[in-house]
């Protein structure tokens, strides 16, 4: 499968963004997918995951209640949407998809990776 992630961009602090990233070359509904990003100087974190039917989600905890993972398997492609902005949000995010049955918060788990979008959050 293959990803393409969009919507990146620079937002002041409080401000929203939303993410997209599209998959082709693949059946969609058959990858878990992820959302992950990679600030400067650290490494890549995972920040939120959605199943295949897209019922079932988790998040970390530093964007849990800000930050929303959906997906459209009509339309092939997975969703971040983020509300209240932090300066530390601004990394690199990339999404990602996983060939497996369960949710997995864990980057390794991901095989297939799409290139990430810079987002900046001013103060």
């Known amino acids: 499968v293959q990803l393409q992630a969009s919507g990146g961009g620079l937002v002041q602090a409080g401000g929203s963004l939303r993410l997209s990233c599209a998959a082709s070359g693949s059946i969609f509904s058959s990858y878990v997918m992820g959302w992950f990003r990679q600030a400067p100087g650290k490494e890549r974190e995972v920040v939120a995951t959605?199943?295949?039917?897209?019922?079932?989600?988790d998040y970390a905890d530093s964007v849990k209640g800000r930050f929303t993972i959906s997906r459209d398997n009509t339309k092939n492609t997975v969703y971040l949407q983020m509300n209240s902005l932090k300066p530390e949000d601004t990394a690199v995010y990339s999404c990602?998809?996983?060939?497996?049955?369960?949710?997995?918060?864990?980057?390794?788990?991901?095989?297939?990776w799409g290139q990430g979008t810079l987002v900046t959050v001013s103060s």
């Open positions: 990602a998809a996983a060939f497996r049955s369960a949710l997995s918060m864990v980057v390794d788990a991901y095989g297939y």
């Open positions: 959605i199943n295949k039917s897209g019922y079932r989600r």
